[in-house]
């Protein structure tokens, strides 16, 4: 599933790169995209401030619940442990939280701690991590009512919770990644060989967070090419790649080279299979890996 800024979103089926449905209704860049576990519906935030959730099922003419209460464009959306809460974070410095068993359009509980724009979030039982541009991850401890709040330097572009909860993995605007220990904040290991000072980049975890993803900002290659048979100038055409680190080893496993021709932004782990995608500002999406 895809969305970007023109303003829809894309159920596709990879294996035969064909697009499957659309879902269209946000008024601006749709920004994210959170699938449920059973696969029946989604949740997705757009620059339009608002968060929707949508059945998967084909001839539905648009999402079945809408939440207004965002003041800023969606950073991030994703469905608590249970999945019966939806949590969204924004440019508006919140972190709302939205009951899916509740008619109410009004969230249950709005987290505004935050100094700048929450650009990541991630929920592990009754714990949510939030981080943002002012450079601070806060864990809530939902069930206590308790907030831990720790400096990172630079601004915040992914958090995850990581090793059952009991550390945070987060990327900053410095060219660095690391992982937190969540009681004393110490750093335990740091991931290095990546660049990224500009944009918001978004990595992932595979099953068991036996490794880290992130893309870079630094083309490894770049390339003079025509625009067309008939052009008398070239241009150039820049490949980027990700990079793949050992968790708990914090060693660099692999560069994996992409065809994408802008810095990759996002990637997500298949929860099952050995395959994982990734989408660039190029505006297209890859697939990696075989299916079992």
Not at 55 to 66: F, I, L, T
Not at 80 to 98: A, I
Not at 235 to 248: D, H, P, R
Request: proline share 4%; with cysteine; charged share 25%.
């Amino acid at each position: 599933m895809s969305a970007g800024h023109d303003k829809k979103i894309v159920l596709w089926n990879p294996y035969k790169n064909m697009a499957i449905q659309e879902y269209k209704g946000h008024g601006y860049d749709i920004t994210d995209v959170a699938i449920h576990k059973d696969n029946t519906k989604f949740v997705s935030g757009s620059a339009d401030k608002c968060v929707f959730l949508w059945d998967v099922a084909p001839n539905v003419s648009g999402p079945v619940r809408k939440w207004k209460e965002h003041s800023g464009r969606i950073e991030q959306v994703c469905f608590n442990t249970q999945y019966s809460v939806v949590l969204s974070c924004s440019y508006d410095k919140t972190v709302k939280m939205w009951d899916l068993l509740s008619p109410s359009r009004l969230p249950i509980q709005s987290l505004q701690d935050s100094k700048d724009t929450v650009t990541s979030i991630d929920v592990y039982g009754h714990e949510i991590v939030a981080g943002g541009m002012d450079g601070h991850t806060r864990v809530y401890d939902i069930r206590m009512g308790k907030c831990i709040v720790d400096s990172w330097d630079q601004s915040i572009t992914f958090c995850k919770f990581i090793l059952h909860s009991k550390c945070i993995l987060a990327a900053t605007l410095n060219h660095q990644m690391a992982v937190m220990d969540k009681l004393d904040s110490e750093i335990l290991i740091r991931y290095k060989g990546h660049s990224n000072d500009k944009y918001k980049l978004r990595g992932c975890l595979s099953p068991l967070d036996k490794f880290v993803l992130l893309g870079s900002e630094e083309p490894i290659s770049s390339t003079q090419v025509k625009p067309s048979a008939s052009s008398s100038y070239t241009k150039s055409v820049e490949q980027f790649e990700l990079l793949i680190w050992n968790v708990l080893e914090e060693k660099e496993v692999k560069r994996v080279p992409t065809t994408h021709t802008q810095p990759i932004v996002c990637i997500d782990y298949h929860p099952k299979e050995d395959m994982f995608v990734t989408c660039s500002h190029d505006n297209t999406i890859q697939l990696f890996g075989t299916k079992k």
